[in-house]
């Protein structure tokens, strides 16, 4: 390459954005396994291997949100100088709420029965930590949606510094939760981290590039996920029995209706499938 090519301003401009999320990285890294190395220091050897459990079996959101993060960014790019797009970014995120909160929640209703088929008897009761790693990856993903304003304002600054919040939120919470509650208190600080990162980003990026987002629905969206899991724990076993686990599958679909209150689905929508169906 020769140096004369190089536009220097571009450089400067390059370098500007880039570098505060060379920091960002390694605290990105701390958010990931600090709750491992904590747990050491704080807890028995089978709290670690129970949560090692929760934490495979819950990184199974990861397969979605990980697609995502893959897509979303050069679609959001692609479509930035259209029109509609502030409009399509707020669709988005209350769609991505809507899905996401139905697969971690389906995921934590069945994760009892998933680690009866995939595991050993020592690690069944590890389902009671899926929940809220579930629910922390789901927030991870809503990262990069929250993220687009400052992305496309071009400011890496809000980025950098949500993920570093992020990382000093999760250390003290693990120092402060295990404890007292083990791994549950590291499941805990995994979930609030991310939900934080996500929330900073979401005011930071709006000062830099206003979308109408609609908050509500994502907080409809978790807080019918919270309250089916929760009904779940109080009055469902978590054995191998069949019957339980019919009633949590139509307690999945508790999520039909709300899709229809935020208009992700409608009516118009029904008869194009019923007569793709017919055809």
């Given amino acids: 390459i020769a140096p004369r090519k190089i536009s220097l301003p571009l450089l400067r401009e390059m370098l500007v954005f ?22 050491k220091g704080f807890a028995p ?5 129970l949560y090692g459990a929760a934490a495979a079996l819950a990184s199974g959101m990861s397969l979605v949100t990980g697609a995502f993060q893959l897509a979303w960014p050069p679609f959001a790019f692609s479509i930035s100088a259209q029109p509609g797009a502030r409009a399509v970014y707020a669709r988005v995120l209350t769609l991505y709420a809507l899905v996401g909160s139905f697969l971690a929640t389906a995921l934590s209703l ?11 008897p020592e690690y069944y009761d590890a389902y009671t930590s899926v929940p809220f790693l579930a629910f922390g990856y789901l927030a991870m993903g809503a990262m990069y949606i929250t993220a687009v304003g400052a992305n496309l304002a071009k400011k890496s600054g809000p980025v950098a510094l949500s993920i570093l919040v992020g990382a000093v939120i999760n250390t003290l919470l693990n120092f402060a939760l295990i404890p007292a509650l083990g791994r549950e208190g590291a499941a805990i600080a995994t979930f609030v981290a991310y939900v934080a990162v996500a929330a900073y980003l979401y ?22 996920g919270a309250a089916l899991i929760a009904l779940d724990r109080l009055l469902l076993p978590a054995g191998d029995a069949l019957a339980p686990y019919l009633v949590r599958g139509l307690m999945c679909l508790a999520f039909a209706p709300l899709a229809f209150a935020l208009r992700i689905i409608r009516p118009e929508h029904l008869v194009s499938a019923r007569n793709l169906v017919m055809a």
Avoid at 45 to 49: F, L, Q
Avoid at 110 to 120: E, G, K
């Fill in 18 to 39: 880039g570098l505060p999320l060379v920091p960002a990285s390694l605290a990105s890294w701390v958010t990931m396994s600090a709750d491992r190395f904590i747990l």
């Fill in 203 to 224: 005011r930071a990026s709006q000062r830099l590039y206003p979308i109408p987002y609609q908050p509500r629905h994502v907080w409809l969206c978790l807080a019918l």
């Fill in 110 to 120: 069945f994760a009892p029965l998933l680690l009866r088929l995939l595991t050993t």
């Fill in 45 to 49: 050897t089978s709290e670690i291997g």
